[in-house]
T-cell receptor
């Protein structure tokens, strides 16, 4: 079945430093989503990428979808303590028949040191 | 707009006991999902409903898990009997049919002793 892998598993950064998490799928994706889960909270939808090579920005967050639609990245510029949490990517397979099932990666837990 | 409501928030049971979780999705959302999230992992889909129809239950361990969404609104997920490995957070999410956004509830943290 489809597998979605994320690295790194953990990342500690000093406030103001940049942060990047990477997501790789074993199969080609029709789209990929990113979620943020604060400690003790639930996943909150951030964004969806659909097109090959797509880049989207939300303030200090930059999301990228690979040309082959098998990988993605999330980059945070100048981290703040409010960025603390676990960031998950979730890929939707391009194979027909499983069109709506999202497969989540295992997440990258970000700690921001003040 | 009220969010997805789940209850209970926490549940501790002994193994072999039954347990049930309840979810009330956001009003108007046709699609409802149940996920299981183990510690340090991403959510794993258990079942997806479109209105009252279970359209994807391929990941649901049907020997002990069951779910229902009788009137296409609220949903219940049941485990009977629970095993130690069922300890996890059970998340409910909802969305509009055809929309890619999923809105998650706060989850039920289950501990099986």
């Amino acid at each position: 079945g489809q597998q979605v892998m994320q690295i790194p598993q953990y990342q500690h950064v000093q406030e103001g430093e940049d942060f990047t998490t990477y997501c790789n799928s074993s199969t080609t994706l029709s789209n990929i989503q990113w979620y943020k889960q604060r400690p003790g909270g639930h996943p909150v939808f951030l964004i969806q990428l659909v097109k090959s090579g797509e880049v989207k920005k939300q303030k200090r967050l930059t999301f990228q979808f690979g040309e082959a639609k098998k990988n993605s990245s999330l980059h945070i510029t100048a981290t703040q303590t409010t960025d603390v949490g676990t960031y998950f990517c979730a890929g939707r397979s391009s194979v027909s028949g499983s069109a709506r099932q999202l497969t989540f990666g295992s997440g990258t837990q970000l700690t921001v040191l003040p | 707009e009220a969010g997805v409501v789940q209850s209970p928030r926490y549940k501790i049971i002994e193994k072999k006991q039954p347990v049930a979780f309840w979810c009330n999705p956001i009003s108007g959302h046709n699609t409802l999902y149940w996920y299981r999230q183990n510690l340090g992992q991403g959510p794993e889909l258990l079942i997806r409903y479109e209105n009252e129809e279970a359209v994807d239950d391929s990941q649901l361990p049907k020997d002990r898990f069951s779910a229902e969404r009788l009137k296409g609104v609220d949903s219940t997920l049941k485990i009977q009997p629970a095993e130690l490995g069922d300890s996890a957070v059970y998340l409910c999410a909802s969305g509009h049919r055809g929309s890619y956004e999923q809105y998650f509830g706060p989850g039920t943290r289950l501990t099986v002793t």
